[in-house]
């Protein structure tokens, strides 16, 4: 568990209760000064003793028995008082005022539903910690003065008799980094998902009882006057952590900057200084304290990685919480790059309703690195045009070009740069991180070889790959982390999520700072870095290589432009079987072979050897791959192994890999793993793929929806509304594949219209019925658009959307256009078994096909529908008959009168009337 906040594990305690009658039950609670436990009064109400346990079953585990209770049975908070071990820094508190907003929270206890089993010869059970991550709604139980907190639920409720959520009452609920309130209820009437929390506010706002006054000041809390946590609205993702780590605490000399950002307003900003000049400080502590009217949505190149995919993790999650919307973990790259417009926009509009502005602050636009690797730039992923009330500011160092990717078009190449000279205090800064560094490299020699390895490797390094390197045992190296050499050392997690954690240094300035410090030690820390991975390789790869060496370690062979060492690696057959075994597919040996090949290409004298080599094994790689089935990764998808799916159609052709993806996330879909389906999906490269592929997902996730049975036949599906939705078909550049070019194509606009059909069809299907113009839009008037209207009234029909399709079926004015909806509409509901409801529509059909001037054309539809109902209606099967003759009979062309008694003949016989179809063939 990672601290929030303002929230630290190790202060959140269980309490454990004995009443009277010797009887015992838990709670939770929350350190809140030295000697100081804050919980419910309802908790430790009655209590014969009260012990509190903090870090349980660790090597940290420590208890101690209660000294004292201060309670206050009125506002249901409390404080246990205890002889604590060490001083700890008091918490901070805040309160909720009564306005319509949603303000982001997080509580941590130990609930009924976290009970688990010790396992082994161990048995017995314990009960484990829950982060609650949530959200309060202020103006909710007005009148119980409780706030409503709407958390994610457990995922079952096995007991009737006792909420899952019990153990919970206690728990510190926590907006940002303070205290507004203590978890109290769960009231079975609001559902799994909505919790009850006393208000801190209430000790000093009132009403409040006679402990009231002592308990305050146990707390530590002010008479009046808590600082309210609404105002202003902020995003609390997870990202703005290291906007706080990055920022310092004062920003001195820099008033005029301040306010010359506070009054920009776009739509491009750029500002340059040199190294050091104070650029990060002044962009982060803008970021984290702008004007009241603005929202910032952060990136710093330098605080992790500084690609487009990181990038795109960061502002997807602070959009996403600007935007209200739920938080999708699995997307993609690919669809994030893809949605990041509409996310954008979608803040933007939710901003400007609360009346404030969306600032997009890029911090070392310079530093990227993903061109070098042949990837998108950031640069490129930030829009041409911002949505209204949307503005750009971006830092570099002086006279930075721009990637080759940014279109000429681009604000960027065009917009005002301003130069900001360098603060004293900024030079400071960096002193502070030299110093830092310092301190840890003087600690000791595994202090020196730990930052070293860290700083050369770039980050990935887990703590048993540290220890194999500097010789020291796991123990030794993950408790040395964990104090306060810890705070120079961040924890990244790669997929999957059992994955050891990864150390990287906290911050770019620690970065650079170890990387002046170390001079020349750093290259003997890379040799060390090299010979760990020759002796794997020697080895042959065995199946304990760690995840470094197989995905990090060619970056930062590439980063030195080790080119002989990356060739090595690539060209290595041994190498690409192990890669293939852990990846499930081909993709990243063949990224390998790639930035092989661009390090080799930046060389004085480029290397033909190796040129060759690289070019013959990834010609035996993409060899190989055309071998693969195109729907095994579909087999995979269906079986939850969405990675292994993923990793071997990336190892396909494009043509291939586009079919491969695109069934492999209907697979998912179909076999429930919705989320699965929706990584998948955001990985097909072909955009009119991809949304039929997301339309045909949606429909096949509805039948995962518990609560309706029956498609199209109620209220939204809760399974398919979770398919993201791409936005009407966007307009793009002439030429281009999703543009006018692709229409002009031979069959470019029936496939658009078919996709934008499949869309709608899906959208209806899970409730949103507001795309049903989409398929038309551009369609010119006349016999085309009720042709288009047709086709989607049937396909409707054909899911069991009644509704919209008679709507739409009404409205089309052209008899011959009519016939195929009416069609579906009668198939439908014979196959409901409502032979009842296809009468009107069996109606409309005859009157339609005695219409339409092609009698041949009608007798056709007739027959067909048919054999599609014979089966399920004898009854309705005998009047399409009796239709079908009587136009054969009346009025049909005597060049279609031959063909139309032998589809009789063959109607009736499928229908046992052959006495009748001996007739009509003699007919």
Not at 438 to 455: W, Y
Request: glycine fraction near 10%.
């Amino acid at each position: 568990m990672h601290a929030e906040p303002g929230v630290d594990p190790h202060r959140v305690a269980e309490v454990i209760v004995t009443g009277p009658d010797g009887t015992r039950r838990r709670g939770s609670g929350y350190r809140v000064a030295s000697g100081v436990v804050l919980t419910a009064a309802h908790v430790v109400d009655g209590a014969r003793d009260v012990v509190l346990r903090f870090d349980a079953d660790t090597h940290r585990e420590w208890s101690t028995p209660a000294v004292e209770v201060v309670a206050d049975p009125k506002s249901d908070l409390a404080a246990v008082l205890i002889d604590a071990p060490g001083p700890v820094t008091a918490s901070s508190y805040g309160r909720v005022g009564d306005r319509a907003d949603v303000i982001s929270v997080r509580a941590v206890g130990f609930p009924r539903f976290k009970l688990k089993g010790y396992g082994g010869t161990r048995g017995g059970i314990y009960r484990d910690s829950h982060q609650a991550n949530g959200a309060v709604a202020p103006l909710s139980n007005l009148r119980s003065k409780r706030l409503e907190v709407e958390v994610a639920p457990p995922e079952y409720d096995p007991d009737p008799l006792a909420s899952p959520w019990e153990g919970m009452s206690g728990a510190a609920l926590w907006a940002g980094h303070r205290i507004v309130g203590v978890v109290t209820d769960h009231h079975r009437g609001d559902g799994l998902r909505r919790l009850a929390a006393a208000r801190i506010s209430a000790l000093t706002d009132g009403p409040a009882g006679d402990e009231a006054p002592r308990l305050r000041a146990v707390l530590g809390l002010p008479p009046t006057g808590l600082p309210d946590v609404g105002v202003p609205v902020r995003s609390e993702a997870s990202y703005l952590l290291q906007v706080g780590d990055i920022a310092p605490e004062r920003l001195f000399g820099r008033q005029a900057e301040l306010a010359e950002l506070a009054a920009f307003t776009g739509p491009y900003g750029w500002w340059e200084g040199a190294p050091w000049a104070g650029k990060t400080a002044l962009m982060a502590r803008f970021a984290l304290d702008p004007p009241e009217d603005v929202d910032v949505v952060a990136f710093f190149g330098g605080a992790g990685s500084s690609d487009g995919e990181a990038f795109l993790d960061a502002v997807t999650e602070q959009l996403t919480s600007l935007a209200a919307l739920p938080h999708q973990p699995q997307a993609s790259p690919d669809h994030r790059r893809r949605g990041l417009l509409a996310l954008l926009d979608a803040a933007a509009r939710r901003r400007r309703s609360l009346g404030r502005r969306l600032l997009v602050v890029v911090d070392g636009i310079d530093e990227d690195t993903g061109p070098g690797a042949k990837e998108q730039s950031i640069a490129a992923l930030l829009p041409r045009h911002p949505p209204a009330g949307v503005s750009v500011l971006v830092t570099s160092r002086p006279d930075r070009p721009l990637p080759a990717d940014v279109p000429a078009d681009h604000p960027l190449h065009h917009c005002d740069r301003h130069w900001l000279a360098a603060s004293p205090y900024a030079r400071n800064t960096e002193h502070f991180a030299r110093r830092e560094i310092q301190e840890r490299l003087r600690a000791g020699p595994l202090h020196e070889s730990l930052i070293g390895l860290v700083t050369a490797s770039g980050g990935g390094l887990t703590g048993d790959d540290l220890a194999a390197l500097t010789g020291s045992s796991p123990f030794t190296v993950t408790d040395l982390l964990s104090g306060p050499f810890g705070r120079s050392v961040a924890v990244r997690v790669r997929q999957p999520d059992d994955a050891a954690p990864e150390y990287v240094l906290a911050c770019r300035r620690l970065r650079d700072a170890a990387e002046h410090e170390l001079g020349t030690q750093l290259a003997l820390h890379r040799a060390r870095l090299n010979a760990w991975c020759e002796d794997h390789r020697r080895r042959g790869w065995p199946a304990e290589t760690p995840s470094y060496l197989l995905h990090d370690h060619p970056r930062v062979l590439a980063a030195v432009d080790d080119a002989a060492r990356l060739t090595d690696l690539a060209a290595d057959p041994q190498r690409h079987e192990r890669l293939l075994e852990v990846t499930g597919g081909d993709a990243a040996a063949l990224h390998e072979i790639t930035l092989a090949q661009v390090v080799g290409a930046r060389r004085a004298e480029p290397d033909l050897v190796a040129a060759v080599l690289l070019a013959i094994r990834r010609e035996e790689i993409v060899g190989r791959n055309q071998h693969i089935p195109v729907r095994l990764p579909a087999v995979w998808a269906a079986l939850g192994r969405r990675e292994r799916a993923a990793a071997l159609a990336r190892g396909l052709t494009k043509r291939r890999r586009r079919a491969a993806l695109a069934a492999a996330a209907l697979a998912a879909a179909a076999a429930g793993h919705l989320d699965d389906a929706e990584a998948l999906a955001g990985q097909v490269p072909d955009r009119d793929r991809y949304h039929a592929v997301l339309a045909t997902m949606a429909v096949a996730a509805a039948a995962h929806d518990p609560a309706r049975p029956n498609a199209g036949r109620g209220g939204p599906r809760r399974s398919a509304g979770r398919m993201p939705w791409p936005g009407s078909p966007r307009r793009s550049r002439p030429g281009t594949r999703n543009g006018a070019g692709d229409r002009r194509r031979p069959g470019g606009r029936a496939r658009c219209v078919r996709n934008r059909v499949a869309v709608v069809v899906a959208a209806v299907v899970v409730g949103d019925p507001g795309r049903l113009d989409a398929p038309v839009d551009g369609t010119a008037r006349g016999a085309a658009r009720d042709r288009r209207r047709a086709e989607l009234a049937a396909a409707l029909a054909d899911v069991g959307a009644v509704g919209p399709a008679e709507e739409i079926t009404a409205g089309t004015r052209r008899a011959a256009a009519r016939l195929p909806a009416l069609a579906a509409l009668v198939r439908a509901a014979v196959a409901r078994g409502d032979d009842r409801a296809a009468l009107p529509h069996l109606d409309a059909l005859r009157a339609a096909a005695r219409a339409v001037a092609n009698r041949g054309e009608a007798v056709g539809a007739l027959l067909s529908l048919v054999g599609a109902v014979a089966g399920d209606s004898p009854a309705v099967a005998t009047r399409l008959l009796d239709e079908a003759e009587h136009l054969v009979a009346n009025g049909i062309r005597d060049t279609q009168r031959e063909w139309a008694y032998a589809r009789l003949a063959v109607a009736h016989a499928a229908g046992a009337t052959v006495n009748v179809a001996r007739s009509c063939w003699t007919g």
